[in-house]
Each structure stands twice: as structure tokens, then as C-alpha cells.
């Protein structure tokens, strides 16, 4: 069994700043590819920011420039640094991890429980 646990959400004004935190404990051989999405009211959920275990990293266009995703492997953590904040940034966020287990060569996707994100003043 493998969970993940999301912190870092809130309330915060526009131009403010914001940092994720989605940390995987359990039994797994390693995580490949960690990811960030999100939902915002009526939306479908779209991707935000993914990390490859090489550090190859890749934005949505909506947030590049604005926030960096990093990943601590010792912790099998991932991180999203928000800044510069957006009344449209708000969102439910979801991390998403492709965890390899030891018995199975293949990623397996799983979620975190997803964090809320509200800008506004």
C-alpha cells in the first residue's frame, strides 16, 4: 500500500506565494515521473507541472516563469513553488506519482487527496 500525503494549501492574495508538498510512504521499489494537477470549479483537471527522476521538468503555459517543481528522492517528495499567484490559479491541486513497485517494472499512477488553492483579496 502506498500513500500520499498533499500540504501547503490556502488562502493567499494575489502576487502571493504559495509551496506544495506531496510526500509518498509505504512499500515501492522507486517513483518515476511526479506530477502536479489541478481542478478549478467546472473545469476539467489539467495538468500543471511534471518532473521526471532525470530532473527534466515541463510547465503548463499558464505557469511558466511563475512555478518551479523540484523533487527530493530521499523523501519521495515533490514540490510545487508558486509565486506570483492568480485569482485563475485557484484550484483544487492533485499531485501524481507513477510509483514502480517491486514485483511490476510498470509505473502505476496514483493521487494525492488534492489541496486547495485560493487567491483572492
Known amino acids: 500500500q502506498v500513500q500520499l500525503v498533499e500540504s501547503g494549501g490556502g488562502l493567499v492574495q494575489p502576487g502571493g506565494s504559495l509551496r506544495l508538498s506531496c510526500s509518498a510512504s509505504?512499500?515501492?521499489?522507486?517513483?518515476?515521473?511526479m506530477g502536479w494537477y489541478r481542478q478549478a470549479p467546472g473545469k476539467p483537471r489539467e495538468l500543471v507541472a511534471t518532473?521526471?527522476?532525470?530532473?527534466?521538468?515541463n510547465y503548463a503555459d499558464s505557469v511558466k516563469g511563475r512555478f518551479t517543481i523540484s523533487r527530493d528522492n530521499a523523501k519521495n517528495t515533490v514540490y510545487l513553488q508558486m509565486n506570483s499567484l492568480k485569482p485563475e490559479d485557484t484550484a483544487v491541486y492533485y499531485c501524481?506519482?507513477?510509483?514502480?513497485?517491486?514485483?511490476?517494472?510498470?509505473?502505476?499512477?496514483?493521487w494525492g487527496q488534492g489541496t486547495q488553492v485560493t487567491v483572492s483579496s
Open positions: 501524481n506519482l507513477d510509483i514502480i513497485f517491486y514485483n511490476s517494472p510498470r509505473p502505476n499512477s496514483r
Open positions: 518532473i521526471t527522476s532525470g530532473g527534466s521538468t
Open positions: 509505504g512499500t515501492f521499489f522507486r517513483i518515476s515521473t
